[in-house]
């Protein structure tokens, strides 16, 4: 079993082919934007920070071995790569921001006369490598913080849900709020933890099954339609799920059917916490109803594994997110802390 979803040296990418999970670990060579836009686009790497890192290394692989005569012809041509990249899934904004950061760098390079074209190439190459590292160190941040939440008060083992996959396959390593279990857990203080399968891509059946039997973590598997029977019959500490998008209002975009756990979370008096690292968050956007959400093939709905399951015929509508209004979570545990949704602005702005 492997966990790694993105393995890269020195301008060799491969990502870790997630449609096939569980049952083939199968790594595919991505020699340059067109393979990163595919990739990413069919869903063979997802997961807000692994889409973000997985596109900018993409654009590595594709300038790694160019030479450029100009600087004026590496920014134009990293500038239009990003342009192409970004396009490959709407709603997750980490894949937006990095591009952007990667866009001002090579501006700020064009005009910095004292370097040369072959010094700004390596320049964007380092930091789009560093994005590596980083995401680790943030998830780890993350896990941390989030456990010192969970466990503030508390002198006993945690019962927790999640919804979808936001471990080491959603992003560089070790995960958000897969990360914030993980830390539960190597504190010695995780009971049990549900994972939603979360159909239709199964995220949760095929994606965090497969990390928490890695892990050797107490785990139950359940159906995204059991979740209001799960808070119902057993205690729950917390559900604690990943997100896409944060608007600067606290508003989350993440996975289908988050919206209706945070709803059932309320009913029942169990805190809601979004686990999300500074580059999943979009103060530009004041609110989620301007998040675009990915609508996503009939295909994906209506078979499993090349099987038909739904009728012939029938309507379908396969939206891959949804939007849960800020006043229905509890937290958002970042790499800087755990934040009140109202806070996110000013905390933002103080990069
Ligand atoms: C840390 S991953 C965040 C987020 O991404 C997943 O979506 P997808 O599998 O479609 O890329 C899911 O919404 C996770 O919560």
């Not at 996959?165 to 390593?173: I, V």
């Not at 029977?229 to 996975?255: F, M, P, Y």
């Not at 609508?295 to 399951?309: N, V």
């Amino acid at each position: 079993m492997t966990l790694e979803a993105i393995k890269y040296k020195a301008g060799q990418l491969q990502i870790l082919d997630q449609l096939l999970l569980p049952g083939e670990s199968k790594y595919i060579s991505i020699a340059g934007v067109k393979e990163g836009w595919n990739a990413i686009h069919k869903m063979q790497v997802r997961g807000a920070p692994a889409i973000a890192i997985v596109g900018c290394l993409s654009l590595v692989a594709e300038i790694y071995d160019k030479q450029y005569d100009t600087k004026v012809a590496l920014e134009q041509d990293v500038s239009k790569h990003l342009q192409y990249l970004v396009t490959s899934r709407p709603t997750a904004v980490n894949l937006k921001l990095a591009a952007d950061d990667v866009k001002s760098l090579a501006e700020s390079l064009l005009t910095n006369e004292t370097v040369n074209v072959e010094e700004m190439k390596q320049e964007i190459i380092k930091s789009i490598e560093h994005m590596l590292e980083k995401d680790i160190s943030d998830n780890r941040a993350i896990g941390d913080n989030g456990a010192n939440v969970l466990l503030k008060g508390i002198d006993r083992p945690l019962k927790l849900l999640t919804h979808c996959n936001t471990g080491s396959l959603a992003t560089a390593g070790y995960g958000t709020a897969l990360g914030v279990i993980r830390s539960v857990g190597e504190r010695n203080l995780l009971e049990h933890v549900y994972c939603t399968e979360t159909r239709p891509y199964n995220q949760g059946a095929r994606l965090t099954a497969y990390e928490l039997v890695h892990d050797k973590l107490p785990a139950t598997l359940i159906t995204d339609n059991m979740v209001a029977a799960l808070l119902n019959s057993r205690t729950i500490d917390a559900i604690i799920v990943g997100a896409d998008r944060v608007a600067a209002n606290g508003d989350t975009a993440n996975k289908i059917g988050t919206y209706q756990m945070a709803v059932v979370a309320k009913h029942h008096g169990v805190p809601f916490y979004v686990a999300a690292p500074f580059t999943s968050i979009d103060v530009a956007i004041a609110d989620g109803s301007q998040i675009k959400i990915e609508e996503r093939p009939e295909h994906e709905l209506t078979h499993i594994g090349g099987q038909r399951i739904a009728a012939p015929g029938i309507g379908c509508w396969n939206p891959a997110f949804d939007v849960t209004p800020a006043a229905l979570i509890t937290g958002i545990i970042t790499e800087r802390g755990v934040l009140k949704p109202s806070e996110l602005t000013e905390k933002v702005s103080q990069k």
